[in-house]
């Protein structure tokens, strides 16, 4: 070998320079590579031990001594220990560090007690899962009954709020319907007592209906109104409020009224035994105009009524005009 490096190679192309070190590049001082990845790092491998502190061995494999256990598990420990020195008992609680006995009361856990231990430690760890897991349902449990509870009363709250909203709608909508009627009222007053005033109203030219023949074909002609029976000298009256046209006697209608309303309607009354008023007169309701007879064309005591709705000589089947001013039954 050194002798291979000691001969130049004849396939160097340049003669050897003789090695000088580099200027730049300081002369290692360690003169064989590191063995280990760490051998250049000053750590101990170890940690010294605490003085006035024995070093402990484990005494259950993977239990370290400053391991943290339940109390349970740190008094299955103690037992199972038999002997062990551990700290007092009072100074122990959930996940107080126990100490291991030290080295020199090292024991001798058989596997079943070691396994016991190890049981013993996950079934503790379970029962506290478990008992956190039933707190925590139980916590959620409540929240979500006092949730209902909360809803159900908000719910109740809300449906008396509605409740009386509809109920002072109600209340409000009934007080405005009777302001609305008892405004309808007074109106429908106040044009009673206009029409009153302004002879708008409408009566009964007589007193009793006692109506004989109707208006239509009668003796061979048209009949053209309303025969009502009557002994003589019976009261009629003007209708509405209105004028004369005619007063006086006139071939087969005998004596004979004719008013014009304020309406325009031209009403006719004939046979009459008397007349009270002279074309021109304006009349009101209810005035006396004349009174039934039996002159002219007429057997019997009777009015004969005519109803000529826009003036002129066109007469009407009185019983329904008479019908919609109110005047029958
Ligand atoms: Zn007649």
Do not use: C
Request: aromatic share 6%.
């Amino acid at each position: 070998m050194g002798d291979l490096l000691a001969v130049p190679s004849p396939a160097v192309p340049f003669p050897a320079v003789p090695s000088r070190p580099h200027p730049e590049v300081r002369p290692v001082s360690h003169p064989a590579p590191p063995t280990s990845r760490y051998a250049g790092r000053h750590r101990a491998s170890r940690r010294a031990p605490l003085p006035g502190r024995v070093p402990s061995a484990p005494l259950v494999p993977g239990l370290r001594a400053s391991s943290r256990l339940p109390r349970a598990t740190a008094a299955a420990f103690v037992l199972a220990a038999a002997g062990a020195t551990v700290g007092p008992s009072g100074a122990l609680g959930p996940g107080s560090e126990v100490q291991a006995a030290p080295a020199s009361t090292a024991l001798d856990l058989s596997a079943e007690q070691q396994f016991a231990v190890r049981s013993e430690a996950a079934a503790e760890a379970a029962a506290l899962t478990d008992l956190a897991q039933r707190r925590q349902a139980s916590a959620m449990q409540t929240a979500a009954l006092q949730g209902r509870v909360e809803a159900k009363q908000r719910a109740a709250r809300d449906a008396k709020r509605k409740a009386a909203a509809a109920r002072a709608k109600k209340e409000a909508a009934a007080k405005a319907a009777a302001k609305k009627a008892a405004a309808a009222k007074a109106a429908a007053a106040k044009a009673r007592v206009k029409a009153a005033r302004e002879g708008k109203r409408w009566v009964r030219p007589i007193a009793r209906w006692n109506i004989t023949s109707g208006y239509g074909w009668r003796w061979g002609k048209t009949h053209d109104g309303l025969d009502v029976g009557a002994s003589t000298g019976t009261p009629l009256y003007a209708m509405s409020r209105g004028t004369v046209l005619k007063a006086g006697y006139f071939p087969s209608f005998g004596n004979k009224v004719e008013i014009r309303y304020w309406d325009g309607t031209v009403s006719w009354y004939a046979h009459l035994s008397r007349i009270s008023v002279s074309p021109g007169e304006r009349v009101m309701p209810g005035e006396v105009v004349g009174a039934v007879g039996n002159t002219g064309n007429s057997f019997g005591s009777h009015l004969h009524l005519e109803i000529h709705p826009t003036g002129g000589d066109n007469p009407v089947n009185p019983y329904p005009w008479l019908k919609r001013k109110g005047l029958l039954g």
